[in-house]
């Protein structure tokens, strides 16, 4: 059975940090890309940043320089490091892990996380 847990989510005022984790099991961690997405109210889910399982990482513009997501596969986590937080930033976060098998996504989401950053 997948899991992805995240956690670290909060309340934070803008130009704050947060860090978000997310840690899997039930997949081989190490093989599949990780991504993090964002569903704020009223809007459809986006991209905020994608890890490969080599370690290559891609962010959507409004993020890029603000937030660095990373993994440890030892710890079968992907984490963002979110900086210079701003209230548009408010969204609920969710992990992702991805792996293409024969043309075949094996694609899992976690439950989600809240962000909040007050102007």
């Known amino acids: 059975q997948v899991q992805l847990v995240e956690s670290g989510g909060g309340l934070v005022q803008t130009g704050g940090s947060l860090r978000l984790s997310c840690a899997a099991s039930?997949?081989?961690?190490?093989?599949?890309?990780m991504g993090w997405y964002r569903q704020a109210p009223g809007k459809q889910r986006e991209l905020v940043a994608t890890?490969?399982?080599?370690?290559?990482?891609n962010y959507v513009d409004s993020v890029q320089g603000r937030f660095t997501i990373s993994r440890d596969n030892a710890k079968n986590t992907v984490y963002l490091q979110m900086n210079s937080l701003k209230p548009e930033d408010t969204a609920v976060y969710y992990c992702?892990?991805?792996?293409?098998?024969?043309?075949?996504?094996?694609?899992?989401w976690g439950q989600g996380t809240q962000v909040t950053v007050s102007s």
């Open positions: 890890i490969t399982s080599g370690g290559r990482t």
């Open positions: 992702q892990s991805r792996l293409e098998i024969q043309l075949y996504d094996y694609v899992y």
């Open positions: 039930g997949i081989i961690f190490s093989i599949n890309a």
